[in-house]
């Protein structure tokens, strides 16, 4: 006891006299899990509030690659190197490439005509919007789908082209799970 300090007693040797250590509440060992916790979920609920976690969220991704100008047809036949497949699914220099932020309506499966009608309608738009211009390939959340797709969001001119289809009616914004089209 050298130090002045009772070992683990939390009390202290000043003067000849035994008095106990004053311990701020922030210091305390049982609370500061506590009160990390607190933090945590008060901090969450603020960023939610007020719009900082759509901010956050919407941060640009990192741009994987850029695209020169390429014309896109629509697939066809086994050997698929730069296509179109679907509204929401490419071919690019070999690469099967997935939009990341929408879906669009089947072509291959559909699950009644008003579907396949748009689903045509979509690829055909695809094709046009990726043709002719520079792409930007940007990172979704992840690399790949479960089929061995890459996930990107593609811009063109610096707007999404998910977005633009969305916008004329011709896909979804992904939310997880496919919606129907019929």
Known sequence: MAD??????????????????RR????????????????????????????????LLDAPAIVVSSVSPRNFDLCSGSVRHTCVVDGDT???????????DINTPEVSQPQCSAEATLGRKASLRLAELLSGASLDLRAADRDEDQYGRKLRIVERDGRSVGQMLV???LAHEWRGRRESWC
């Open 4 to 21: 002045g300090f009772g070992v683990g007693t939390g009390r202290q040797f000043t003067g000849g006299k035994l008095r106990r250590r």
């Open 24 to 55: 701020s509440w922030l210091g305390s060992r049982s609370l500061a899990p506590l009160l990390f916790g607190i933090l945590v979920v008060v901090a969450t609920v603020g960023v939610k509030e007020t719009g900082l976690s759509t901010f």
């Open 90 to 100: 490419f071919w690019l220099d070999g690469a099967k490439i997935r939009i990341a």
């Open 167 to 169: 916008s004329e009616g």
